[in-house]
């Protein structure tokens, strides 16, 4: 099993910046990927990023340029850096994992709110 503790969110003006935090912990080693997930409200939970152990990323193209994930394996902990923010990037974000047999896991979500 894992635990997902995340941290970051918050209040940003359009054009500012915030660091996201997850941290892993249980058994990491049977993760297969991280990433991060957003559900703005009345709208369906999408992708925005993931990691891969091998360092392999992928990124929906609403965030490609403004957002960086990277992940520090020995840690368990996966970061979303955010820049350029927009309104339209108001969500809560989750942090996912997803391990070697598939089972899923799931932060308990952090609200970023983008003013303009």
């Known amino acids: 099993q894992v635990q997902l503790v995340e941290s970051g969110g918050g209040l940003v003006q359009a054009g500012g910046s915030l660091r996201l935090s997850c941290a892993a912990s249980?058994?990491?080693?049977?993760?297969?990927?991280m990433g991060w997930y957003r559900q703005a409200p009345g709208k369906q939970r999408e992708l925005v990023t993931t990691i891969t152990n091998g360092g392999s990323t992928n990124y929906a193209d609403s965030v490609k340029g403004r957002f960086t994930i990277s992940r520090d394996n020995t840690k368990g902990t996966v970061f979303l850096q955010m820049n350029s923010l927009k309104p339209e990037d108001t969500a809560v974000y989750y942090c996912h994992v997803m391990t070697i047999a598939r089972y899923n896991y799931w932060g308990q979500g952090t609200q970023v709110t983008v003013s303009s």
């Open positions: 249980g058994n990491i080693f049977s993760i297969n990927a």
